[in-house]
């Protein structure tokens, strides 16, 4: 069994930074990825690292702005947003699983957090 648990969302002004963990429980050789859902849309894929964290992708809303990765150690992820716009604001999602086929679809994983809300404002 996996269990994640999301922290360090809030409010912050457009323009500034914030990040968020992902705290896992249980095995940790997972793929790892965040997702966000705004009011009212449906869920977003935001970025991708594999279990090693020598691979990464990322939506193109975020690219060049975010940075995903993870401490196995530890057993956390990280997602540092900066340069954060109005647009971004969303609960934000950490999600695991073993290999998801597909790795920008939320149904292609088994694990998910709780969410952080994360609001920008401008």
């Known amino acids: 069994q996996v269990q994640l648990v999301e922290s360090g969302g809030g409010l912050v002004q457009a323009g500034g930074s914030l990040r968020l963990s992902c705290a896992a429980s249980?095995?940790?050789?997972?793929?790892m990825a965040w997702f966000r859902q705004a009011p009212g849309k449906g869920r977003e894929f935001v970025a991708h690292?594999?279990?090693?964290?020598?691979?990464?992708f990322y939506a193109d809303s975020v690219k060049g702005r975010f940075t995903i990765s993870r401490d196995n150690a530890k057993k956390m992820g990280y997602l540092q947003m900066n340069s954060l716009k109005p647009e971004d604001t969303a609960v934000y999602y950490c999600?695991?699983?073993?290999?998801?086929?597909?790795?920008?679809?939320?149904?292609?994983?088994?694990?998910w957090g709780q969410g952080t809300q994360v609001a920008v404002s401008s």
């Open positions: 249980g095995r940790t050789l997972l793929v």
């Open positions: 690292i594999s279990w090693s964290g020598g691979s990464t």
């Open positions: 999600a695991a699983d073993v290999s998801p086929v597909r790795i920008g679809v939320p149904s292609a994983y088994h694990y």
